[in-house]
T-cell receptor
């Protein structure tokens, strides 16, 4: 069993729909990352969080440490949101500021938003 | 412009011929890391560095070497490349410590070992 599991693997949505991508992990972590990989291959960091919730524009990320689960939500989805979304967890100790160290990744969720 | 650069972007080589992929960042980041991405396996960490002269193994370090002699550079060395090292490689960097700091990724290096 992978230490970081994402669901769904593939997701097709219509423009305007509310989207949720899930990430569950089985290890103790210092922080969780959400990344976006564009169709051209470039990777952008969307969020890093260790508790609670963060919002940036139409994107919202939440994490429940007790349940070892995080969700990435996209409101009012748009075709330009089409990408692979990757969850990663940091296993670095707390003296790394909880942010980095050894990272392990989920296999990604491929999102396609149709106009 | 703040960025992480990797060179070369594409490389085709033969088994056993030593090669180096360079990674450089201009943001004064302490943390740098190398990842490889393979179909069906996703991203996996090779090595990371928390600061100059400090490096640690990730999940797939076999067959790779790194060094961190300067803060801005973190080269990835393949002493004797083999076909199973054919992959897409990414370098990334970030600050360390709170508040949590996002990673900046390089554009990737596509390596083919024949």
């Amino acid at each position: 069993k992978n230490e970081v599991e994402q669901s769904p693997q593939n997701l097709t949505a219509q423009e305007g729909e509310f989207i949720t991508i899930n990430c569950s992990y089985s290890v103790g972590i210092s922080a969780l990352h959400w990344l976006q990989q564009h169709p051209g291959g470039g990777i952008v960091s969307l969020f890093m969080l260790s508790s609670g919730k963060k919002k940036h524009g139409r994107l919202i990320a939440t994490i429940n440490i007790q349940e070892k689960h995080s969700s990435l939500h996209i409101t009012a989805s748009h075709p330009r949101d089409s990408a692979v979304y990757i969850c990663a967890v940091g296993r670095g100790p707390s003296n790394y500021g909880g942010s980095q160290g050894n990272l392990i990744f989920g296999k990604g969720t491929k999102l396609s938003v149709k106009p | 412009e703040a960025q992480v650069t990797q060179n070369p972007r594409y490389l085709i080589t033969v088994t056993g011929k030593k090669l180096t992929v360079t990674c450089s960042q201009n943001m004064n980041h302490e943390y740098m890391s190398w990842y490889r991405q393979d179909p069906g396996l996703g991203l996996r960490q090779i090595y990371y560095s928390m600061n100059v002269e400090v490096t640690d193994k990730g999940d797939v370090p076999e067959g790779y070497k790194v060094s961190r002699k300067e803060k801005r550079n973190f080269p990835l060395i393949l002493e004797s490349p083999s076909p199973n090292q054919t992959s897409l490689y990414f370098c990334a960097s970030s600050f360390v410590g709170y508040p949590l700091n996002e990673q900046f990724f390089g554009p990737g290096t596509r390596l083919t070992v024949l």
